[in-house]
């Protein structure tokens, strides 16, 4: 490895080496690296005065052992360069050991590879014809379902790569785990190439196709549709899809506005055939600061049923994006703003239980935040002329907006400061909240002033409208919404998701823009 480095032109310098000879107490060694100080290069080449072997000029003198463990060093996408630097390294590569390496390291393949291999499948031929070209699209995507949305998670399962879209439980078991769906499949199980299906129906899987349309972006497509059709039409296909969606027939479900949502989804959904287009998405990056650990979590949405969203912190917020939304409010929107600043504090167990004393604790948060929004926009002018002031000797603006700012950032830090140690307190809806799960925690850690976005269907008239955040425990928390009388709890998703978390936070945060006016 030493002769290795020095061919790369890395490793110690020669008076590295000479500082660290003279420390040495092994005269064997010694002599060894006095040796390796007689090598001089002359005109180009080595000229030795050893009668030893000569020392390798160039990679493609190591031994082939050598060399197989550099290659399996290597990026995958670096290879095919390799390849075309000589024929000893061309052959090399066809070692399976390099590939079963990338396998690994790449795409997290362990005791799948032991599978494939037994199926007499190449780890060459399946990094190759079916990891690294449909390496983009393995993560999280969200789908172009009108406002419905949804989410896929596509992952390496042995020899397929596999689209499973994440179902939330039956209302209103929100705690439940998630269910799942595939709906395409990648795979090298009959051909000597990646094989594309469609798993949409109750047929079994049949051709699909898979395109690229752009970076973090791509589409399927279903070649034979008539696979996802019933002997008995499309009555028993909602049938089907009902208990499938919601775990009961339509007979059992007695809200009449309840039983048009859910044929008006069935409708819309239905006609695409899983001809559809996905746009990445990824997990909220986390910060020590966080109130609690940010990620997805399902929760409960009336007459809708349970939806998916996404928790995420942005200074002095904590924010709740949907994943999963209805014909009010879209898959996307921003359904939670929490102000971490605004803490409140519950009365005690009977006070809680009447609504108008909530109300009259959060509403008047609610109108000091307005009070004070108001005053920035109409003192903008003022800001100006204090600054002016300032300069003059008098107290400038940007000072007392630090100074607010402070006070805003001790608050937050004062809120936060429980999550080491939590102290939870006495907690229970007040009368006249309709809650779809009534075993909701009856302990709370901590209450926060927030926003709900509501609107009429087809998110006409959208607002925002006040409420009460409350934090449960690590993994639960809820929102009580003061004008709906509602309430919604919701619950952390804990399945594993690997390749979605995001490179960097702006990354994110440019995919929390875009999600709004994907559905918008």
Not at 56 to 67: G, I, R, T, Y
Not at 311 to 326: E, N, P, Q, Y
Not at 332 to 345: F, S
Request: net charge negative; aromatic share 8%; glycine share 8%.
């Amino acid at each position: 490895m030493a002769v290795c480095a020095r061919l790369c032109g890395v490793g110690q310098s020669r008076r590295c080496r000479r500082r660290q000879r003279h420390n040495q107490q092994d005269q064997g060694s010694d002599s060894d690296m006095d040796e390796e100080e007689e090598e001089r290069i002359v005109g180009g080449f080595l000229d030795r005065t050893s009668t030893g072997p000569p020392h390798p000029q160039s990679l493609a003198e190591l031994p082939p052992e050598l060399l197989v463990e550099i290659f399996s060093l290597l990026p995958g996408t670096t290879l095919s360069n390799v390849a075309l630097v000589c024929k000893k390294f061309r052959q090399l590569l066809k070692t399976e050991t390099i590939w079963r390496r990338r396998c690994i390291e790449e795409f997290g393949m362990r005791e799948d590879l032991r599978k494939v291999e037994a199926r007499g499948v190449t780890s060459q031929d399946l990094y190759v014809k079916l990891l690294y070209p449909y390496r983009h699209i393995l993560g999280l995507w969200q789908p172009d379902i009108g406002p419905y949305g949804g989410l896929l998670n596509v992952v390496v399962d042995g020899l397929f790569i596999i689209g499973w879209m994440y179902l939330p439980p039956h209302d209103p078991r929100v705690e439940d785990p998630m269910r799942r769906r595939p709906l395409f499949r990648i795979h090298m199980m009959e051909s000597n190439k990646a094989t594309v299906e469609c798993m949409y129906g109750h047929k079994g899987p049949h051709k699909g196709d898979i395109q690229t349309v752009k970076k973090d972006e791509f589409s399927t497509k279903c070649n034979q549709t008539d696979h996802h059709r019933m002997p008995g039409g499309r009555q028993e296909e909602f049938r089907t899809w009902l208990e499938e969606e919601w775990g009961r027939t339509l007979e059992e479900i007695f809200h009449e506005h309840m039983q048009e949502l859910i044929l008006m989804k069935f409708i819309y959904t239905s006609q695409y055939d899983n001809c559809l287009t996905y746009r990445r998405i990824y997990l909220p990056p986390a910060k020590p600061s966080d109130l609690l650990q940010p990620g997805l979590f399902k929760g409960t949405y009336g007459s809708h049923g349970l939806e998916i969203v996404m928790l995420s912190f942005h200074g002095m917020s904590a924010r709740a994006t949907k994943l999963t939304g209805d014909p009010n409010v879209p898959a996307g929107q921003l359904t939670l703003d929490v102000n971490l600043c605004r803490p409140v504090v519950l009365p005690d167990l009977e006070q809680q239980c009447n609504i108008e004393e909530l109300s009259r604790l959060v509403m008047g948060v609610h109108e000091e935040v307005q009070r004070e929004q108001e005053q920035k926009e109409n003192g903008t002018s003022a800001t100006g002329r204090r600054a002016a002031e300032g300069a003059c000797g008098g107290s400038s603006a940007a000072e007392e907006m630090e100074s607010d700012h402070g006070a805003c950032s001790d608050s937050c830090d004062s809120s936060h400061s429980s999550r080491s140690n939590p102290e939870t307190q006495p907690f229970v809806l007040p009368m006249g909240v309709m809650a779809r799960n009534e075993e909701y925690p009856r302990t709370c850690r901590k209450c926060f002033y927030g926003t709900g976005l509501i609107a009429g269907h087809g998110f006409t008239s959208p607002e925002r409208t006040p409420g009460l955040f409350v934090l449960f425990d690590k993994d639960r928390f809820g929102f009580i919404w003061l004008e709906l009388k509602s309430f919604s709890l919701y619950s952390r998703l804990t399945d594993n998701l690997p390749h979605a978390h995001a490179p960097d936070l702006e990354r994110f945060e440019a995919m929390l823009r875009n999600m709004q006016s994907w559905t918008s």
